[in-house]
């Protein structure tokens, strides 16, 4: 089991850049493979960005170039670096975490949810 607690978020206008973290807080937090996904209103959730035990990444071609998920040397802190922001990627943005070696940019393959937080970006 995994508690997420996110920070960051913000407004910020076109060509901008925020850094989203998400603490995890579990005994055996190294066996979980994390995501970032968001959501905006009257859309689906959409996978952002993954990163498995390995440290292996995977992106939506929507971010590709411009966000970098990462997490720390102790794997307690996941982030979402994200440059060159856009107002398409206005959205509640949450980490996610699956008991999992495999990492996936499905949301239903994760079973624990941080609170979310929102990103503005603005024209």
């Known amino acids: 089991q995994v508690q997420l607690v996110q920070s960051g978020g913000g407004s910020v206008q076109t060509g901008g850049s925020l850094r989203l973290s998400c603490t995890a807080s579990?005994?055996?937090?190294?066996?979980?493979?994390l995501g970032w996904f968001r959501q905006a209103p009257g859309k689906e959730r959409e996978g952002v960005a993954a990163i498995d035990r390995s440290d292996n990444t995977q992106y939506a071609d929507f971010v590709k170039g411009r966000f970098t998920i990462s997490r720390d040397d102790a794997n307690t802190i996941l982030y979402l670096q994200m440059n060159n922001l856009e107002p398409e990627d206005t959205a509640m943005y949450y980490c996610a975490a699956v008991h999992s070696p495999v990492a996936l940019l499905h949301a239903n393959w994760y079973g624990y949810w941080g609170q979310g937080t929102q990103v503005t970006v603005s024209s």
């Open positions: 579990s005994s055996t937090v190294s066996q979980y493979s």
